[in-house]
Nanobody, 116 residues
Framework: QVLLVESGGGLVQPGGSLRLSCTASGFDFSTSAMNWYRRTPENEREREFIAAITSTGRDTVVAETVKGRFTISRDNDKNTVDLQMNDLKPEDTAVYYC???????WGQGTQVTVSS
Protein backbone atom coordinates (compact mmCIF):
# COMPACT_ATOMS: atom_id res chain seq x y z
CA GLN A 1 0.00 0.00 0.00
CA VAL A 2 1.35 3.38 -1.06
CA LEU A 3 1.26 5.78 1.86
CA LEU A 4 2.37 9.37 2.42
CA VAL A 5 2.25 10.89 5.90
CA GLU A 6 2.94 14.58 6.46
CA SER A 7 4.03 16.11 9.75
CA GLY A 8 5.43 19.35 11.13
CA GLY A 9 2.55 21.74 10.65
CA GLY A 10 1.33 24.14 13.32
CA LEU A 11 0.80 27.73 14.32
CA VAL A 12 3.62 30.19 13.73
CA GLN A 13 3.96 33.95 13.84
CA PRO A 14 4.67 35.97 10.70
CA GLY A 15 8.37 35.86 9.91
CA GLY A 16 8.77 32.50 11.58
CA SER A 17 9.83 29.14 10.19
CA LEU A 18 8.47 25.62 9.98
CA ARG A 19 9.82 22.42 8.53
CA LEU A 20 7.32 19.98 7.06
CA SER A 21 8.22 16.36 6.52
CA CYS A 22 6.59 13.64 4.44
CA THR A 23 7.34 10.00 5.09
CA ALA A 24 6.68 7.62 2.21
CA SER A 25 6.14 3.88 2.17
CA GLY A 26 4.87 1.16 -0.14
CA PHE A 27 6.79 2.13 -3.25
CA ASP A 28 10.32 2.68 -4.52
CA PHE A 29 10.82 6.16 -3.11
CA SER A 30 14.36 6.59 -4.41
CA THR A 31 13.19 6.44 -8.02
CA SER A 32 10.21 8.75 -7.58
CA ALA A 33 9.99 12.48 -8.04
CA MET A 34 8.01 14.15 -5.25
CA ASN A 35 5.94 17.31 -4.90
CA TRP A 36 4.48 19.60 -2.27
CA TYR A 37 1.16 21.37 -2.80
CA ARG A 38 -1.09 23.46 -0.63
CA ARG A 39 -4.75 24.37 -0.38
CA THR A 40 -5.50 27.82 1.01
CA PRO A 41 -8.71 29.05 2.67
CA GLU A 42 -9.13 31.49 -0.24
CA ASN A 43 -9.06 28.71 -2.81
CA GLU A 44 -10.33 25.46 -1.40
CA ARG A 45 -11.20 24.06 -4.80
CA GLU A 46 -7.66 23.56 -6.01
CA ARG A 47 -4.29 22.57 -4.70
CA GLU A 48 -1.58 25.08 -5.50
CA PHE A 49 1.79 23.73 -6.62
CA ILE A 50 4.59 24.70 -4.23
CA ALA A 51 7.70 22.66 -4.97
CA ALA A 52 9.06 19.59 -6.74
CA ILE A 53 12.20 17.51 -6.46
CA THR A 54 13.64 14.86 -8.73
CA SER A 55 14.28 11.32 -7.55
CA THR A 56 17.95 11.97 -6.84
CA GLY A 57 17.31 15.35 -5.26
CA ARG A 58 19.66 17.06 -7.66
CA ASP A 59 17.01 19.23 -9.29
CA THR A 60 14.26 21.22 -7.65
CA VAL A 61 11.54 23.64 -8.69
CA VAL A 62 9.86 26.13 -6.38
CA ALA A 63 6.79 28.23 -7.14
CA GLU A 64 7.36 31.93 -7.66
CA THR A 65 5.09 32.76 -4.74
CA VAL A 66 7.47 31.09 -2.29
CA LYS A 67 10.80 31.32 -4.08
CA GLY A 68 13.59 32.45 -1.80
CA ARG A 69 11.62 31.43 1.30
CA PHE A 70 10.81 27.72 0.83
CA THR A 71 13.25 24.91 0.08
CA ILE A 72 12.47 21.30 -0.82
CA SER A 73 14.85 18.46 0.01
CA ARG A 74 14.77 14.69 0.40
CA ASP A 75 16.54 11.83 2.15
CA ASN A 76 16.28 8.63 0.15
CA ASP A 77 17.71 6.59 3.02
CA LYS A 78 14.84 7.66 5.26
CA ASN A 79 12.16 7.86 2.55
CA THR A 80 11.37 11.44 3.46
CA VAL A 81 10.84 14.66 1.56
CA ASP A 82 10.92 17.92 3.51
CA LEU A 83 9.74 21.47 2.94
CA GLN A 84 11.66 24.11 4.85
CA MET A 85 9.56 27.25 5.11
CA ASN A 86 11.16 30.50 6.23
CA ASP A 87 9.86 34.06 6.57
CA LEU A 88 6.31 32.78 6.69
CA LYS A 89 3.48 35.16 5.83
CA PRO A 90 -0.21 35.03 6.70
CA GLU A 91 -0.97 34.17 3.07
CA ASP A 92 1.04 30.96 3.51
CA THR A 93 -1.73 29.67 5.78
CA ALA A 94 -2.94 26.47 4.16
CA VAL A 95 -3.12 22.73 4.35
CA TYR A 96 0.11 21.38 2.86
CA TYR A 97 0.10 18.10 0.97
CA CYS A 98 2.82 15.73 -0.10
CA UNK A 99 2.34 14.15 -3.53
CA UNK A 100 3.87 11.20 -5.33
CA UNK A 101 2.86 11.91 -8.94
CA UNK A 102 3.81 8.61 -10.51
CA UNK A 103 1.88 6.72 -7.82
CA UNK A 104 -1.00 9.25 -8.04
CA UNK A 105 -1.00 9.41 -4.27
CA TRP A 106 -1.54 12.27 -1.81
CA GLY A 107 -0.94 12.51 1.88
CA GLN A 108 -3.67 13.54 4.29
CA GLY A 109 -2.25 17.03 4.64
CA THR A 110 -0.85 19.07 7.51
CA GLN A 111 -2.23 22.45 8.61
CA VAL A 112 0.05 25.48 8.67
CA THR A 113 -1.35 28.65 10.22
CA VAL A 114 0.61 31.88 10.13
CA SER A 115 -0.86 34.42 12.51
CA SER A 116 0.13 36.81 15.24
Amino acid sequence: QVLLVESGGGLVQPGGSLRLSCTASGFDFSTSAMNWYRRTPENEREREFIAAITSTGRDTVVAETVKGRFTISRDNDKNTVDLQMNDLKPEDTAVYYCNAPRQRTWGQGTQVTVSS
